[in-house]
Nanobody
């Protein structure tokens, strides 16, 4: 069984920074895309950023220039550095990883989320 666990959320003020972390564990052979999503009450989960195994990145327009995604393949981890936070960034942030298990099957794996709250 594979899983991912997020950490690093919290309550900050507008203009502050936070760094989210996500680590994958279990019978993991490799990890393809690793992504961060976020969701607010009553809204659909939206993609914040993706980092492929080949190091290609994608960002939502609303976070470009403020958020940076990175990964450490040796640690099966992905990070999201969030700078210049605004109240509009308040959401539950979810980690997603496309994990290839030892059976060579790919698992679309989600964490339980970490709350980020930005006060004005």
């Amino acid at each position: 069984q594979v899983q991912v666990v997020e950490s690093g959320g919290g309550l900050v003020q507008a203009g502050d920074s936070l760094r989210l972390s996500c680590v994958a564990s279990g019978r993991t052979l490799s990890i393809n895309d690793m992504s961060w999503y976020r969701q607010t009450p009553g809204n659909k989960r939206e993609l914040v950023s993706t980092l492929t195994n080949g190091a290609a990145t994608k960002y939502a327009d609303s976070v470009k220039g403020r958020f940076t995604i990175s990964r450490d393949n040796a640690k099966n981890s992905v990070y999201l550095q969030m700078n210049s936070l605004t109240p509009e960034d308040t959401a539950v942030y979810y980690c997603n990883a496309m994990i290839v298990g030892v059976s060579l099957s790919e698992y679309d794996t989600w964490g339980r989320g970490t709350q980020v709250t930005v006060s004005s």
